[in-house]
């Protein structure tokens, strides 16, 4: 679980201690916190940012690009009517499993439809048939392939729908000149690229390790 570095722990710990968590979700990041790469997981305050969002638009269709083991796909679909619809994009089946059990034990799991394979894949074939039909998406996944995410996802989105994107402060580095690698380099790009975006209003979160938050007008 990737922490904001640029706030004090205290308030790291505060935070986390006034966002809600169901007990399901609480054990899921517990299990997860095991794992040598946890660093992965979305951080319970930006899950419940995520959840907040959708429940604000009213959201019905979704879509997830990075699921690892499930935490921020379980608050997303926990917050889609029960006639809601999950569609998860990822490459590992061995971490979505374990996001499978507890979606199953939440009483979420027919809303999700997790799709093994290169998310640019799915997301292509997606914008060929639905294009502006999904009311939210959320993007955690490698950052070299955020602006390809960014670009299909928002032509999946109707006018109103939203656009979050994980990791956009990289733990302050996108805001250091002097670190120039990849990673670093595709999210500061992003960052500008997005905030002068005349196709969306947005707005760049300090929450977590960053989150940009883009409305499709």
């Not at 660093?39 to 699921?67: H, N, Q, S, Y």
């Not at 979606?103 to 640019?120: H, K, N, S, T, Y």
């Not at 580095?173 to 670190?179: L, N």
Request: neutral net charge.
């Amino acid at each position: 679980m990737t922490r904001n570095a640029m706030i004090a722990d205290a308030v790291e710990k505060y935070v986390t201690a006034q966002t809600r968590e169901t007990p399901l979700a609480a054990e899921l990041r517990k299990e997860t916190m095991r794992l040598p790469n946890s660093e992965m997981m979305t951080p319970p305050d930006v899950a419940g940012l995520l959840a907040f969002l959708v429940r604000a638009i009213g959201g019905k269709r979704a879509i997830e690009v990075g699921t690892f083991t499930g935490y921020g796909s379980l608050a997303i679909a926990s917050a889609l009517p029960p006639d809601g619809q999950l569609i998860c994009c990822d490459i590992s089946a061995e971490w979505t499993a374990i996001g499978k059990r507890f979606w199953q034990r939440a009483g979420v799991a027919e809303r999700i439809d997790l799709r093994l394979a290169p998310a640019a894949e799915t997301l292509a074939g997606l914008a060929s048939r639905e294009a502006g039909r999904f009311d939210f998406a959320f993007i955690d996944a490698d950052k070299g392939g955020y602006d390809g995410y960014y670009e299909s996802c928002l032509t999946l989105m109707r006018p109103g729908g939203v656009i979050a994107l994980d990791n956009m402060l990289w733990s302050g580095a996108v805001a250091d000149k002097r670190v120039r690698d990849g990673d670093t380099r595709a999210l500061r790009a992003l960052n500008e690229k997005v905030s002068k975006d005349e196709r969306v209003d947005a707005c760049l979160l300090s929450v977590g390790d960053g989150v940009m938050v883009a409305r499709k007008r």
